[in-house]
């Protein structure tokens, strides 16, 4: 059985998206926890995560993983985008 595997990724527009947090199995739940505890959105792609943790924390991600990244970053737009309408409807 393989181990779960977590990446997580920073990004804001002055530097490419970076790895900030990598690890496996107890680490790799960790990172996950906390990404829960602090409403982070999470997306389950375990042939990216495998790529993405072959680089070292706080590299940037390189341009062949571009696209990929674009995907899971238009994933977590929208997430936050349905998070803003459900907030607009409610008073209070």
Do not use: C, W
């Not at 991600?61 to 696209?67: G, M, N, Q």
């Amino acid at each position: 059985m393989t181990q779960k595997r977590a990446v997580a990724l920073e990004y804001d527009q002055s530097h490419s998206p970076k790895v900030k947090a990598k690890g496996k199995g107890y680490l790799a739940e960790k990172i996950i926890q906390k990404a829960k505890e602090n409403a982070l959105p999470i997306q389950e792609d375990p042939s990216l995560v495998q790529l993405l943790s072959e680089l070292e924390i706080n590299e940037e991600i390189p341009e062949d993983l571009y696209e990929a990244v674009a995907e899971v970053f238009a994933f977590v737009y929208r997430l936050d985008k349905e998070q803003a309408k459900k907030l607009s409807g409610k008073t209070f």
